[in-house]
């Protein structure tokens, strides 16, 4: 199984500032995707195939990597970011998610 | 649009079984796979496994075997879990979600729905 580590587990930014958030994958993956879950509500795809946005995320938003490590980047931190973001792998089985960075707003 | 409408929280007794079910609309139902996942806080996400609407095929993930068993009602676009021999272990909320084919990720999800295990 391939076990995804994603770091911080938790983080806080200001309005403006510019956060990225790391996956790194125990084995190589061909992709990352990552959703993006608010409380008491389900995750959303918000990136997949490494860089490719969902529909409806701004696109301050950015997604990069390859092998085992893997980042997702907000240019420019809003309100609205404030939320828990996990990657995921779908390139063997089973699929794995990362247990999350929960983003706050500072 | 699509949309993906889970039937409503489950008490359920140590040792009994529970169906949940997930009802679709908005895609072509009979040509997709969908998922089921499990979200207990701290442990994160966890894939339960895939049906393929089309024919029925699945595939679990390993820990899930004995566990899990998932089907489709392809009349009324609705996929299907039912999960047996409840621990509290179990108790979570569990999500069906579409999966895309490779490279696999989880495009629409439904609402959730929290399965409590008490006697």
């Known amino acids: 199984e391939i076990v995804l580590t994603q770091s911080p587990t938790t983080m806080a930014a200001s309005p403006g500032e510019k956060v990225t958030l790391t996956c790194r994958a125990s084995?190589?993956?061909?992709?990352m995707h990552w959703y993006q879950q608010r409380s008491g509500a389900s995750p959303k795809l918000w990136i997949y195939?490494?860089?490719k946005l969902a529909s409806g995320v701004p696109n301050r938003f950015s997604g990069s990597g390859s092998g085992t490590s893997y980042s997702l980047t907000i240019n420019s931190m809003e309100t609205e970011d404030a939320a828990t973001y996990y990657c995921?792998?779908?390139?063997?089985?089973?699929?794995?998610f990362g247990s999350g960075t929960k983003l706050e707003i500072k | 649009q699509v949309k993906l409408l889970q039937s409503g929280a489950e008490l359920v007794k140590p040792g009994a079984s529970v169906k949940l079910s997930c009802k679709t609309s908005g895609f072509t139902f009979s040509t997709s796979y969908m998922s089921w996942l499990k979200q207990v806080p701290g442990p994160s996400i966890e894939w339960i496994g895939w049906?393929?609407?089309?024919?029925?095929?699945?595939n679990y993930n390993q820990k899930f075997k004995g566990k899990a068993t998932l089907t489709v009602d392809k009349s009324s676009s609705t996929a299907y879990m039912d999960l047996s021999s409840l621990t509290s272990e179990d108790a979570a909320v569990y999500f069906c979600?579409?999966?895309?084919?490779?490279?696999?990720?989880?495009?629409?999800w439904g609402q959730g729905v929290m399965v409590t295990v008490s006697s």
């Open positions: 195939e490494t860089s």
């Open positions: 995921q792998q779908g390139s063997s089985y089973p699929f794995t």
């Open positions: 979600a579409r999966l895309t084919g490779r490279p696999n990720y989880f495009d629409y």
């Open positions: 084995s190589s993956v061909s992709y």
């Open positions: 049906i393929y609407a089309g024919d029925g095929g699945t």
